[in-house]
């Protein structure tokens, strides 16, 4: 198993073991314990599982009072992965990182909290599984525009099915005193000179 930093590099990009044969294939999803020697430590508590139509986008989701970090796996099927820095104060603060995740070839993504996530669906469907560092938190639910102009993320779909909830969300600019702020990593606050 490989786990590489992406462009953001707190996202996380996973290549697990996948092991092929005359039956098909195999590979683990998640093990705490080989997962954390290479970085990920993280508690998961909640997995979720959607299947989604072609052209159908999902997101850019986030929750506030309760953030969730996210390791997600495509199934079946092709999909689009975006995640978005949306930690006020971050230097990282309003860049985006995608990926496009496939069944056919298993790599995963984490998404740590601070995050705003979402993905859309190139093949006739894909079956999608996230594992969640926290539950989900109905009050705590928040939002950005998927094509919020100033992210200016190339989804692959031009006209994409939405949730009413979705096209109702606001650009990143517009969500003051609704996003999360950042917090340096013990590492990260460690390698500050004084």
């Given at each position: 198993?490989r786990?590489?930093p992406?462009?953001?590099p707190?996202?996380l ?9 005359a039956?098909?294939?195999f ?19 909640q ?8 052209g ?8 506030l ?6 390791l997600v ?7 689009y ?11 990282t603060?309003?860049q ?6 496939s ?15 979402g ?15 926290d539950v989900?938190?109905?009050?705590d639910e928040?939002?950005?525009l998927w094509?919020d102009?100033?992210?200016a ?6 006209n994409?099915?939405?949730s009413?909830?979705?096209q ?27």
């Amino acid at each position: 198993m490989r786990i590489s930093p992406m462009s953001l590099p707190e996202v996380l990009l996973i290549e697990p073991d996948l092991y092929r044969d005359a039956r098909g294939s195999f590979f683990e999803i998640h093990r705490a314990d080989r997962y954390g020697a290479l970085g990920i430590d993280a508690v998961f508590v909640q997995d979720n599982f959607s299947r989604s139509r072609q052209g159908v986008l999902r997101g850019l989701h986030y929750q506030l009072g309760r953030p969730q970090g996210k390791l997600v796996t495509v199934v079946t099927g092709r999909v689009y992965d975006a995640a978005v820095d949306i930690r006020v104060g971050s230097p990282t603060f309003g860049q985006w990182v995608g990926y496009e995740l496939s069944g056919d070839d298993p790599v995963q993504l984490y998404i740590p909290p601070g995050f705003a996530h979402g993905f859309c669906v190139l093949s006739e469907t894909a079956d999608f599984l996230y594992k969640c560092t926290d539950v989900y938190s109905p009050q705590d639910e928040r939002g950005i525009l998927w094509s919020d102009p100033d992210l200016a993320i190339p989804w692959p779909v031009s006209n994409p099915q939405l949730s009413p909830k979705d096209q109702m969300y606001r650009p990143l600019k517009e969500m003051q005193g609704e996003l999360p702020l950042y917090r340096p990593s013990a590492q990260e606050t460690s390698n500050v000179k004084r």
